[in-house]
């Protein structure tokens, strides 16, 4: 099973040559990149998750509704929030859509798996760094679902003929033959293959121009939408099964 997710992030990174992007204007940027890659996965038919970051949340309603409506699934990305700010988040949404929200996304402020529970989310699905480097450490990961007090932890996964991450720095560098053959030897070895993308890689950074380290820029924007594009291509040439989270959790 194939596990297709994306996190819903504003692009934070200051500007070139003193160029003022205001908040608002970043959010239009993650709504535009997000609508790209809708348009995508309308054309191969393949639903996904997007993780929305909590502060952004309110912003976004029109676009979550749409996403929603579109068979996708809704779940959290949680940067810094606290317990309060993701409850009133969490009730907002689930308000607005009438569905409730059943998952959760950290990486680097992570709240205890206990507090997330009593907000009655019900699985998680912690991230790590991209690192260029991918210390060999990372490798000895457990990649099966675990489950905590009544909470399933989804963990990033792992690639045993690459031996990588299936991070978004990996499918942004890697040539779309080489990251097909890792997903299609890591799905002889493993149950599921949970991959995931961040919405501001889609954007275009010759039009914006956000100070970011070169080799985020490579291969951005519309080469991501035409990579996204070729393995989703891939996956129904091949009959691979994809599917929400939700949906394959529960």
């Not at 996190?7 to 608002?24: H, P, Q, V, Y």
């Not at 206990?114 to 019900?122: A, H, M, P, R």
């Not at 031996?163 to 030897?185: A, G, K, T």
């Amino acid at each position: 099973m194939i596990l297709l997710t994306f996190n819903m992030l504003n692009m934070e990174a200051e500007t070139k040559n003193g160029i003022r992007i205001s908040d608002e204007e970043r959010v239009k940027i993650t709504e535009d990149n997000t609508k790209a890659i809708l348009r995508i996965l309308d054309i191969h038919d393949i639903k996904a998750t997007f993780f929305v970051e909590i502060s952004i949340v309110e912003k976004l309603k029109n676009l979550i509704k749409a996403i929603s409506g579109r068979g996708h699934e809704i779940a959290f990305y949680n940067k810094n929030s606290s317990l309060q700010e993701i409850e009133q988040a969490k009730k907002t949404i689930q308000d607005f859509l009438e569905k409730q929200i059943r998952g959760i996304r950290q990486k680097d402020f992570k709240l205890p798996d206990g507090d997330l529970k009593l907000l009655e989310f019900n699985y998680i699905s912690n991230i790590d760094n991209a690192n260029i480097l991918f210390p060999l450490k990372r490798l000895e990961r457990n990649t099966e679902i675990t489950e905590d007090d009544g909470i399933s932890i989804v963990p990033e996964s792992i690639s045993p003929y690459s031996q990588l991450p299936y991070n978004d720095f990996v499918f942004q560098m890697l040539p779309m033959s080489y990251y097909q053959s890792m997903v299609f030897e890591t799905l002889k070895n493993e149950e599921f293959v949970l991959i995931y993308l961040n919405t501001w890689q889609f954007t275009d950074f010759k039009k914006y121009r956000f100070k970011i380290p070169f080799y985020r820029s490579l291969f951005s924007g519309r080469k991501m939408e035409d990579k996204l594009d070729a393995l989703l291509t891939w996956i129904n040439e091949k009959e691979l099964a994809t599917s929400r989270m939700k949906d394959y959790i529960f």
